[in-house]
């Protein structure tokens, strides 16, 4: 059977995609609105350099060689991220307002439809965040209230920690259900136990969430 045919539409396939992505964004590695970043390739971007599981650590690499604000492409989400403690508190500190917008992932649009307040943005997001706040505060929220709240619960973790009687263990396994235990106090006037099975499966499931939304596997659907 000749395949010579076919060999060369394959061929020519392949040759107009790579003609299309050079004359597009994904061989653009100039912009002159975008601080400095590593050099792209068609389709991953800069997937090809992540550290999937940590991706942190690559970041930490790449800001050493192109500074603290520098530009990073995830499949086809364009990004600037920001490191160091000086640069981050310049843009959500004194630049707050320029930086009060969140990012419209695909995935979270398809699964909140923009309501919601941890998946919603633009107006719809400011509103439920004054919403929120002013609902806390009703709760507690910098009343005293809430700081008889958090010393008893800081209490009940010192008293875990010298359980283990300088034993080494993981402190996180502590520290989290602590902390959550007073975000459900001020919600539903109870805290659990730091073993209750039920109270650990939701903080397992809630974690999961967090790090499975915060992948580069996840900004790039």
């Known amino acids: 059977m ?4 076919t060999i060369l539409i394959v061929l020519l396939f ?3 995609i790579m003609f299309l992505l050079q004359k597009g964004s994904f061989w653009n590695n100039s912009c002159p609105n975008l601080p400095p970043g590593p050099r792209t390739i068609p389709i991953l971007g800069n997937l090809h350099m992540m550290d999937l ?4 650590r690559t970041m930490i690499k790449l800001s050493k060689k192109y500074g603290p604000v520098f530009r990073l492409r995830l499949g086809f989400q364009e990004m600037v991220v920001l490191t160091g403690y000086e640069t981050v508190k310049e843009a959500l500190v004194n630049q707050a307002d320029a930086f009060a917008e969140r990012a419209s992932v695909p995935l979270f649009e398809d699964f909140a439809e923009g309501f919601g307040l941890i998946f919603s943005h633009g107006e719809n997001w ?8 002013s609902t806390l505060r009703d709760y507690g929220m910098g009343k005293k209230t809430i700081e008889d709240k958090i ?4 209490n009940v973790l010192t008293k875990t920690i010298q359980t283990y ?4 263990f993981e402190i996180q396994t502590v520290v989290t259900p602590a902390v959550s235990n007073i975000i459900v106090s001020i919600l539903l006037g109870k805290r659990y136990d730091y073993e209750n099975a039920t109270f650990l499966r939701l903080l397992k499931i809630i974690g999961e969430n967090l790090r499975l939304s915060g992948s580069p596997n996840i900004s790039v659907i």
């Open 53 to 56: 599981k940590r991706p942190y």
């Open 2 to 5: 000749d395949w010579t045919g």
């Open 151 to 154: 010393i008893e619960e800081c």
């Open 165 to 168: 009687a300088g034993n080494p």
């Open 126 to 133: 400011k509103t439920m965040r004054r919403f929120t706040l």
């Open 14 to 16: 392949i040759l107009a």
